[in-house]
């Protein structure tokens, strides 16, 4: 029988120095959602430290742990255990000077359906990610979960309409966009938050599929991270989000709301994918 709805929950947190607090602090929050009823939980991007791009530095690759760490495992168990699905994004040590960007996916029972490596990786002042991250192996998998099929793509690829229509062109009903977005360090008047929300959503309305973004907060050295994590729904509507403060944003979502909005604008029917060979390359002259 498929799933009708599905109950989400995202956790937007500042992050400490202290990486083993900022663990401590989100298990008690996942335990807070689901006791208030939430089946698919996120985190935010890279959850257990203080975001490592800021500086270039080798020491921050001792920040990176493999998929088997005690704290990978820890959150593995507490899936199982609470009977929830957990999005995961980490620093993940692949090899010795091999590191991604990565999320992994634990179902209800605690399996690991797999991990999403961050494809896009971006390269800015205070956002040297190149520096820290190899471009994702894994292509754009999706997860059928005890509670839905999801898709997940970490921060910069989000803003990719090419990584939203590929999930949702596998099946995905609802997209995850663990983010670590904030202060512009060459534009420190400008904030890019109704920017990320509009570009973001929209993903939800060319692809008929419910978004759930989130995004982290707090001062962290020469950065100041806004927050605004937000669901919407397949016709673009922000139906809950957070603003610039720690909490957890819990929201059910009706999966039928996805079969209306696709016969209502029919993008999946009219697509012309024969006609997109430019998409395929690098320079839009060829």
Avoid at 44 to 60: I, K, W
Avoid at 63 to 85: C, F, Y
Avoid at 251 to 274: C, Y
Wanted: glycine residues 8%; negative net charge; charged residues 20%.
């Amino acid at each position: 029988m498929h799933q009708s709805d599905a109950t989400l929950a995202l956790i937007q947190l500042s992050c400490d120095p202290d990486a083993a607090l900022n663990v401590r602090r989100t298990i008690a929050h996942i335990e807070e959602a689901a006791a208030k009823g939430a089946q698919i939980i996120c985190l935010q991007e890279l959850f257990a430290n203080p975001y490592v791009a800021q500086r270039v530095t080798p020491r921050g690759y001792e920040l990176a742990e493999s998929p088997d760490s005690d704290v990978l495992r820890a959150m593995a168990d507490l899936a199982g255990k609470l009977g929830v699905v957990l999005i995961v994004p980490y620093y993940e040590k692949a090899g010795r000077g091999l590191y991604y960007n990565s999320a992994a996916v634990y179902d209800a029972d605690g399996t690991c359906l797999g991990t999403t490596r961050k494809n896009h990786i971006p390269d800015g002042p205070q956002y040297h990610e190149k520096y820290y991250f190899i471009p994702g192996n894994t292509g754009y998998p999706v997860y059928k979960t005890a509670f839905g099929t999801i898709g997940i793509g970490i921060c910069w690829d989000e803003w990719f309409p090419e990584t939203a229509r590929l999930l949702a062109l596998q099946g995905a009903e609802i997209l995850f966009f663990p983010s670590a977005i904030g202060s512009e360090p060459d534009h420190p008047e400008l904030s890019t938050r109704r920017t990320w929300e509009k570009a973001i959503s929209a993903h939800g309305i060319h692809n008929g599929v419910f978004i759930a973004a989130v995004n982290r907060v707090g001062r962290e050295d020469d950065m100041t991270f806004y927050g605004g994590s937000f669901v919407s729904n397949p016709m673009g509507d922000i139906v809950q989000s957070l603003d610039d403060e720690e909490g957890i944003l819990i929201q059910k979502v009706e999966l039928g709301e996805i079969d209306f909005a696709r016969n209502l604008l029919q993008f999946m029917r009219d697509r012309r994918p024969e006609t997109y060979g430019m998409l395929m390359t690098r320079d839009s002259r060829s």
